[in-house]
C-alpha cells in the first residue's frame, strides 16, 4: 500500500494505476467516503490509457484517522504534498461532493503547472449553509442534524444516507443496488468518527467563492437536478458564474451519486472534457 507522510505526520494512502508518462486524472471522493468510490471511473480512465490517482482524505479510508487537521486548508495541503510528492503536472482533478471543494481549494493554490483543468461533480461550492450572504443555503440545523445522527448511530447513519436520497433510491421507481449501499457502508465505516464530525463543518460552512474565482484554468461543473444531497440551486448554478472559464452541465434527474448510478454517461463527458 502507498502512503505519503504530511508535515504534521498524517499518513495519507493513495492509488497510482497506468504510465507514470501519461496525463494524470486525479480524483478526489466526497463525505465520508474513500479512493475506493472512483473504481469505476480509475478502471475507465486506466482503459483509455490515462495515469489515474486517487487518494483517501485525512480521517478516511485507510489514512491516518486524525483528530486535527480536518478542513479545507488541510485537506488542500495534502493535496499540495501529493503532487509534489507523485511530481504531478498538467493534471486533471475531479472532485466529487465534499471532494468538490477540495478541488476548488486545491486548484487555487496549486503549484503552477500542476493542474490542467478541474471538474466539480455534484459539489460543495460556493457554500453550503444557509447564511444573510447565502439565504439559498441549507439551514444550520441540517448540518447539526448530521452531527448528532453520527453520534448517536454512525452505523445505521451510513445505512440510512446511500439507501435513501444519496442515489435517488428514495424516489418512486428506483433501481435500488444492495451492492452499492453496502459499499457506500464499507468505505464510511472504514473512516474516523471524530474527522468525520469535523468534516461536516468543512464541506458545510467553507466559502470556496474567492477560491473559484481564482481559478483560470477550464472548469467542467456536474450536477443533477434532482440531488437532495448538494441542492443544485445554491451550488452549481451559482460556482458556474464565479469561475472564468466554466462549463456547466445539468443531467435531468440524476441523483448526488450519480458518478456511481449513471457511470457510462458521466464517464463519456469526462472524457470529452479532458480530450477538448
Known amino acids: 500500500m502507498s502512503f505519503i507522510t504530511t508535515k504534521d505526520g498524517a499518513q495519507i494512502f493513495y492509488k497510482d494505476w497506468g504510465p507514470k508518462t501519461a496525463q494524470p486524472v486525479v480524483f478526489h471522493h466526497g463525505w465520508p467516503l474513500t479512493a475506493d468510490d472512483w473504481d469505476n471511473q480509475m478502471m475507465f480512465f486506466l482503459g483509455q490509457g490515462y495515469r489515474v490517482i486517487a487518494h483517501d482524505r485525512r480521517g478516511h479510508g485507510r489514512s491516518s484517522q486524525t483528530d486535527t487537521g480536518n478542513e479545507m486548508d488541510t485537506y488542500a495541503a495534502d493535496v499540495i ?119 461536516i463543518k468543512a464541506f458545510s460552512e467553507t466559502d470556496f467563492t474567492e477560491d473559484l474565482k481564482k481559478i483560470d484554468v477550464p472548469v467542467l461543473i456536474m450536477h443533477g437536478d434532482d440531488d437532495q444531497i448538494v441542492p443544485i440551486a445554491d451550488s452549481a448554478l451559482l460556482s458556474a458564474k464565479l469561475v472564468k472559464n466554466g462549463t456547466l452541465k445539468v443531467y435531468k434527474g440524476f441523483p448526488h451519486g450519480m458518478a456511481t448510478t449513471h457511470a457510462d454517461t458521466i464517464n463519456a463527458d469526462l472524457l470529452a472534457f479532458i480530450k477538448a
Open 81 to 199: 504534498a501529493l503532487a509534489a510528492a507523485l511530481d504531478l503536472k498538467g493534471a486533471v482533478h475531479i472532485g466529487h461532493s465534499t471532494g468538490g471543494g477540495e478541488v476548488a481549494h486545491y486548484v487555487a493554490r496549486a503549484e503552477k503547472g500542476r493542474v490542467s483543468k478541474a471538474v466539480l461533480v455534484g459539489a460543495v461550492p460556493p457554500v453550503m449553509v444557509k447564511s444573510d450572504k447565502n439565504p439559498g443555503g441549507l439551514p444550520m440545523e441540517v448540518f447539526d442534524g448530521f452531527r448528532a445522527q453520527l453520534v448517536a448511530n454512525r452505523a445505521q447513519f451510513y445505512r440510512d444516507i446511500p439507501a435513501g436520497p444519496f442515489y435517488g433510491f428514495n424516489r418512486p421507481g428506483a433501481k435500488v443496488s444492495e451492492g452499492v449501499i453496502d459499499n457506500w457502508w464499507r468505505q464510511g465505516m472504514m473512516g474516523g468518527i471524530k474527522a468525520h464530525y469535523d468534516c
